[in-house]
T-cell receptor, first 111, second 112 residues
Protein backbone atom coordinates (compact mmCIF):
# COMPACT_ATOMS: atom_id res chain seq x y z
CA UNK A 1 0.00 0.00 0.00
CA UNK A 2 1.32 3.40 -0.98
CA UNK A 3 2.01 5.70 1.95
CA UNK A 4 2.60 9.42 1.60
CA UNK A 5 3.94 11.25 4.62
CA UNK A 6 4.37 14.95 5.10
CA UNK A 7 6.27 16.77 7.77
CA UNK A 8 5.83 18.82 9.67
CA UNK A 9 2.07 18.51 10.17
CA UNK A 10 1.89 22.02 11.56
CA UNK A 11 4.29 24.88 10.99
CA UNK A 12 4.17 28.28 12.56
CA UNK A 13 6.67 30.68 11.09
CA UNK A 14 7.36 34.37 11.16
CA UNK A 15 7.03 36.58 8.15
CA UNK A 16 10.28 36.90 6.29
CA UNK A 17 11.62 33.49 7.29
CA UNK A 18 12.41 30.51 5.06
CA UNK A 19 11.26 26.97 5.60
CA UNK A 20 10.77 23.64 3.84
CA UNK A 21 7.91 21.15 3.89
CA UNK A 22 8.83 17.55 3.14
CA UNK A 23 6.82 14.88 1.36
CA UNK A 24 8.04 11.28 1.45
CA UNK A 25 6.37 8.42 -0.36
CA UNK A 26 6.82 4.69 -0.20
CA UNK A 27 6.69 3.44 -3.78
CA UNK A 28 8.22 4.22 -7.14
CA UNK A 29 6.69 7.24 -8.82
CA UNK A 30 7.91 10.12 -10.92
CA UNK A 31 4.73 12.16 -10.76
CA UNK A 32 3.96 14.33 -7.79
CA UNK A 33 1.54 17.20 -7.22
CA UNK A 34 1.28 19.97 -4.67
CA UNK A 35 -2.00 21.56 -3.63
CA UNK A 36 -3.02 24.43 -1.42
CA UNK A 37 -6.18 24.58 0.67
CA UNK A 38 -7.42 27.76 2.35
CA UNK A 39 -9.66 27.38 5.42
CA UNK A 40 -13.16 26.34 4.43
CA UNK A 41 -12.19 26.10 0.78
CA UNK A 42 -11.36 23.35 -1.65
CA UNK A 43 -7.96 22.29 -3.00
CA UNK A 44 -6.16 24.35 -5.60
CA UNK A 45 -3.36 22.95 -7.74
CA UNK A 46 0.06 24.57 -7.18
CA UNK A 47 2.69 22.45 -8.92
CA UNK A 48 2.92 19.42 -11.18
CA UNK A 49 6.27 17.59 -11.05
CA UNK A 50 6.68 14.92 -13.70
CA UNK A 51 10.29 13.73 -13.60
CA UNK A 52 13.30 13.22 -11.39
CA UNK A 53 14.99 16.54 -10.69
CA UNK A 54 11.93 18.58 -11.69
CA UNK A 55 11.81 22.01 -10.11
CA UNK A 56 8.93 24.46 -10.33
CA UNK A 57 8.69 27.94 -8.84
CA UNK A 58 5.82 30.33 -8.35
CA UNK A 59 6.43 33.48 -6.34
CA UNK A 60 7.79 32.55 -2.91
CA UNK A 61 7.16 28.83 -3.36
CA UNK A 62 9.49 26.35 -5.01
CA UNK A 63 8.83 22.62 -5.36
CA UNK A 64 11.28 19.90 -6.31
CA UNK A 65 11.21 16.16 -6.84
CA UNK A 66 13.87 13.52 -6.15
CA UNK A 67 12.42 10.22 -7.34
CA UNK A 68 15.42 8.19 -6.20
CA UNK A 69 14.96 9.37 -2.62
CA UNK A 70 11.14 9.30 -3.04
CA UNK A 71 11.07 12.82 -1.70
CA UNK A 72 9.56 16.11 -2.72
CA UNK A 73 10.12 19.42 -1.00
CA UNK A 74 8.12 22.63 -0.96
CA UNK A 75 10.38 25.51 -0.04
CA UNK A 76 9.00 28.79 1.22
CA UNK A 77 11.14 31.88 0.82
CA UNK A 78 10.56 35.01 2.91
CA UNK A 79 7.12 33.93 4.06
CA UNK A 80 4.20 36.35 4.01
CA UNK A 81 0.85 36.08 5.80
CA UNK A 82 -0.98 35.29 2.54
CA UNK A 83 0.80 31.95 2.38
CA UNK A 84 -1.05 30.73 5.48
CA UNK A 85 -2.95 27.63 4.33
CA UNK A 86 -2.75 23.85 4.38
CA UNK A 87 -0.45 22.29 1.78
CA UNK A 88 -0.88 18.78 0.45
CA UNK A 89 1.33 16.64 -1.71
CA UNK A 90 -0.15 13.84 -3.80
CA UNK A 91 1.54 10.96 -5.57
CA UNK A 92 0.43 9.33 -8.80
CA UNK A 93 1.45 5.71 -9.22
CA UNK A 94 -0.21 5.46 -12.61
CA UNK A 95 -2.75 2.97 -11.31
CA UNK A 96 -6.09 4.05 -12.74
CA UNK A 97 -5.10 7.71 -12.52
CA UNK A 98 -5.78 7.95 -8.82
CA UNK A 99 -3.80 10.22 -6.54
CA UNK A 100 -2.76 9.34 -3.00
CA UNK A 101 -2.53 12.34 -0.71
CA UNK A 102 -0.34 13.13 2.25
CA UNK A 103 -1.80 14.21 5.57
CA UNK A 104 -1.22 17.88 4.84
CA UNK A 105 0.92 20.58 6.44
CA UNK A 106 -0.89 23.45 8.06
CA UNK A 107 1.21 26.57 7.65
CA UNK A 108 0.62 29.62 9.79
CA UNK A 109 2.62 32.74 9.03
CA UNK A 110 2.67 35.27 11.82
CA UNK A 111 3.72 38.88 11.84
CA UNK B 1 -11.60 26.66 -16.72
CA UNK B 2 -12.55 23.32 -15.26
CA UNK B 3 -15.66 23.49 -13.20
CA UNK B 4 -16.47 20.80 -10.67
CA UNK B 5 -19.70 21.45 -8.84
CA UNK B 6 -20.96 19.65 -5.78
CA UNK B 7 -24.66 19.86 -5.09
CA UNK B 8 -24.45 21.08 -1.49
CA UNK B 9 -21.93 22.97 0.64
CA UNK B 10 -23.47 21.90 3.94
CA UNK B 11 -25.75 19.01 4.83
CA UNK B 12 -27.18 17.81 8.11
CA UNK B 13 -28.69 14.35 8.12
CA UNK B 14 -30.02 11.96 10.73
CA UNK B 15 -28.51 8.59 11.56
CA UNK B 16 -29.91 5.90 9.32
CA UNK B 17 -30.92 8.23 6.49
CA UNK B 18 -29.90 7.53 2.91
CA UNK B 19 -27.73 10.40 1.70
CA UNK B 20 -26.87 11.40 -1.85
CA UNK B 21 -23.93 13.65 -2.70
CA UNK B 22 -23.83 14.79 -6.29
CA UNK B 23 -20.89 15.99 -8.36
CA UNK B 24 -20.96 17.40 -11.89
CA UNK B 25 -17.99 18.33 -14.08
CA UNK B 26 -17.94 20.21 -17.36
CA UNK B 27 -14.54 19.22 -18.77
CA UNK B 28 -15.32 15.85 -20.30
CA UNK B 29 -12.82 14.15 -17.99
CA UNK B 30 -12.89 10.38 -17.84
CA UNK B 31 -11.85 10.03 -14.22
CA UNK B 32 -13.86 11.12 -11.21
CA UNK B 33 -13.14 10.61 -7.54
CA UNK B 34 -14.74 10.92 -4.12
CA UNK B 35 -12.46 11.74 -1.21
CA UNK B 36 -13.17 12.23 2.42
CA UNK B 37 -11.14 14.77 4.42
CA UNK B 38 -10.69 14.54 8.19
CA UNK B 39 -8.31 16.51 10.42
CA UNK B 40 -4.94 14.81 10.74
CA UNK B 41 -5.81 12.15 8.15
CA UNK B 42 -5.52 14.12 4.94
CA UNK B 43 -7.65 13.06 1.99
CA UNK B 44 -8.69 9.44 1.76
CA UNK B 45 -10.09 7.95 -1.41
CA UNK B 46 -13.54 6.40 -1.09
CA UNK B 47 -14.38 5.41 -4.67
CA UNK B 48 -13.37 6.40 -8.15
CA UNK B 49 -14.65 5.91 -11.67
CA UNK B 50 -12.71 5.88 -14.93
CA UNK B 51 -15.69 5.56 -17.25
CA UNK B 52 -19.47 5.60 -17.30
CA UNK B 53 -20.88 2.76 -15.21
CA UNK B 54 -17.38 1.76 -14.12
CA UNK B 55 -16.31 2.09 -10.52
CA UNK B 56 -13.46 1.00 -8.32
CA UNK B 57 -13.13 0.91 -4.56
CA UNK B 58 -10.67 3.25 -2.99
CA UNK B 59 -9.08 2.92 0.42
CA UNK B 60 -12.20 3.37 2.58
CA UNK B 61 -15.29 2.20 0.65
CA UNK B 62 -17.17 0.63 3.56
CA UNK B 63 -20.55 2.24 4.12
CA UNK B 64 -20.53 3.99 0.74
CA UNK B 65 -21.58 3.27 -2.82
CA UNK B 66 -21.37 5.29 -6.02
CA UNK B 67 -23.16 5.75 -9.29
CA UNK B 68 -21.97 7.05 -12.63
CA UNK B 69 -24.72 6.91 -15.23
CA UNK B 70 -23.41 9.84 -17.28
CA UNK B 71 -19.84 10.91 -17.91
CA UNK B 72 -20.25 14.29 -16.26
CA UNK B 73 -21.97 13.13 -13.09
CA UNK B 74 -20.65 11.04 -10.20
CA UNK B 75 -22.76 10.41 -7.12
CA UNK B 76 -21.72 9.23 -3.70
CA UNK B 77 -24.35 7.37 -1.68
CA UNK B 78 -24.39 6.73 2.03
CA UNK B 79 -26.85 3.86 2.32
CA UNK B 80 -27.48 4.36 6.03
CA UNK B 81 -25.68 7.38 7.42
CA UNK B 82 -23.80 7.01 10.68
CA UNK B 83 -22.18 9.58 12.93
CA UNK B 84 -18.69 8.40 11.96
CA UNK B 85 -19.43 9.54 8.43
CA UNK B 86 -19.53 13.15 9.57
CA UNK B 87 -16.80 14.70 7.45
CA UNK B 88 -15.86 16.94 4.52
CA UNK B 89 -16.46 15.20 1.19
CA UNK B 90 -14.54 16.31 -1.87
CA UNK B 91 -15.23 15.37 -5.46
CA UNK B 92 -12.42 15.55 -8.00
CA UNK B 93 -12.05 15.07 -11.71
CA UNK B 94 -9.01 14.31 -13.80
CA UNK B 95 -8.02 13.72 -17.38
CA UNK B 96 -5.40 11.06 -17.97
CA UNK B 97 -2.02 10.68 -16.31
CA UNK B 98 0.38 13.60 -16.01
CA UNK B 99 -2.40 16.04 -15.28
CA UNK B 100 -3.56 17.43 -12.00
CA UNK B 101 -6.92 16.71 -10.44
CA UNK B 102 -9.51 19.47 -10.08
CA UNK B 103 -11.68 19.63 -7.01
CA UNK B 104 -15.19 20.71 -6.21
CA UNK B 105 -15.90 23.10 -3.37
CA UNK B 106 -16.60 20.31 -0.89
CA UNK B 107 -19.65 19.20 1.06
CA UNK B 108 -19.50 19.33 4.82
CA UNK B 109 -21.79 16.56 6.02
CA UNK B 110 -22.92 16.30 9.62
CA UNK B 111 -24.75 13.17 10.73
CA UNK B 112 -26.66 13.58 13.99
Amino acid sequence: ELKVEQNPLFLSMQEGKNYTIYCNYSTTSDRLYWYRQDPGKSLESLFVLLSNGAVKQEGRLMASLDTKARLSTLHITAAVHDLSATYFCAVDTGAASKLTFGTGTRLQVTL
Amino acid sequence: DVKVTQSSRYLVKRTGEKVFLECVQDMDHENMFWYRQDPGLGLRLIYFSYDVKMKEKGDIPEGYSVSREKKERFSLILESASTNQTSMYLCATRGWVDTEAFFGQGTRLTVV
